[in-house]
């Protein structure tokens, strides 16, 4: 027999009734808390939005939480939402790491007790705020916060994927768009890249970098150029796609041929626009999709 169940079988009769009442409202207590402590961080990145004021999701933003030695890593959605499981169920702040993209490195954000037992109760998650100088990152919300501002560790330059390989079937080939319809979208483009970019339309090219160049496209541009363009083409780009194009040839090319996929679908009943699982799923195993280097 346990010890538990010793105590409760043989001893809790025994004992005299303050004593059973007092452990009693103590399991009480204990079980109250297992139920009610926090399991998971939910939260969103987001980086203010200069040319509205409001904010944009961080998306596609690695986070992770080191749990004795080892690191477990999580990413925002393209919402920029994230939830991590808590590890331990003591009564004990977190502290997250966020990478920052634009430098390339990892700001420690610390959530106390407090913190997360506050958004449990008041049914909110975390906002962090990503910034373009210190401290970097921030966790927001109108009460007192732990903030800390430094580099950990480097990220290792991604591998970047080159084209979208679309299926060989006759659908799809039947679907090709037109002069015109590929030249509306150059026109997209690079209309949005020359706003997001500051610069005159003229000087926006085939070869002007989105990312790996030190004339490229801030993270946060390449954000905004992106929720742009999906707004406008009615489509959602994943995020591990347009994280891995350089230049703005990439990302016509692959726009080109994701309005071809809509073509070659039937039309859509709902009106929010097909994910890219969905789009997957459409075709034949053996003939799906794929974005590869």
């Known amino acids: 027999m346990g010890i538990l169940e010793k105590l409760l079988f043989e001893q809790f009769p025994k004992m005299p009734a303050a004593v ?37 999701p961080y998306r596609g933003a690695d986070l992770q939480l080191q749990v004795d030695g ?32 634009d430098t390339s490195q990892w700001f420690p954000v610390e959530i106390s007790v407090g913190e997360m037992w506050t958004n449990v109760l008041g049914a909110r998650g975390h906002r962090i705020e990503v910034l373009a100088e210190k401290p970097f990152i921030r966790l927001g919300h ?7 501002g430094g580099a950990l560790n480097g990220l290792v330059p991604p591998a970047y994927a080159q084209s979208l390989e ?14 015109l319809e590929r030249a509306a ?17 003229q000087s926006v090219t085939s070869d002007s970098p989105l990312s790996g160049a030190a004339r490229g496209l801030t993270y946060v541009q390449r954000i905004q ?14 995020d591990d796609h347009w994280q891995q194009m350089r230049t703005l040839g990439q990302l016509v090319d692959y726009l080109e041929k994701r309005k071809q996929l809509d073509k070659a679908l039937p039309p859509q009943s709902q009106s929010h626009e097909r994910s890219w699982a969905q789009i997957q799923q459409s075709f034949p195993p053996d003939a799906r999709p794929v974005y590869k280097e």
Not at 23 to 52: A, C, W
Not at 185 to 201: C, D, L, N
């Open 142 to 148: 109108a009460r007192a916060v732990s903030l800390i």
């Open 185 to 201: 979208i150059h026109s997209e483009v690079q209309q949005a890249y020359a706003r997001v970019s500051g610069k005159r339309m």
């Open 20 to 56: 059973r009442v007092v452990v009693y409202l103590l399991f009480v207590t204990v079980f109250v808390y297992l139920l009610l402590v926090p399991r998971f961080i939910d939260g969103q990145l987001v980086v203010s939005d200069p040319e509205t004021g409001g904010v944009l």
């Open 166 to 179: 679309l299926p060989r079937t006759a659908r799809v080939t039947q679907a090709r768009l037109g002069d």
């Open 70 to 101: 080892r690191s477990y890593k999580f990413r925002s959605n393209e919402d920029g939402f994230f939830s991590i499981p808590v590890i331990g169920r003591m009564p004990q702040g977190v502290e997250l790491q966020v990478l920052h993209m």
């Open 225 to 238: 150029l992106v929720t742009e363009l999906e707004a406008r083409l009615a489509l959602k780009i994943p």
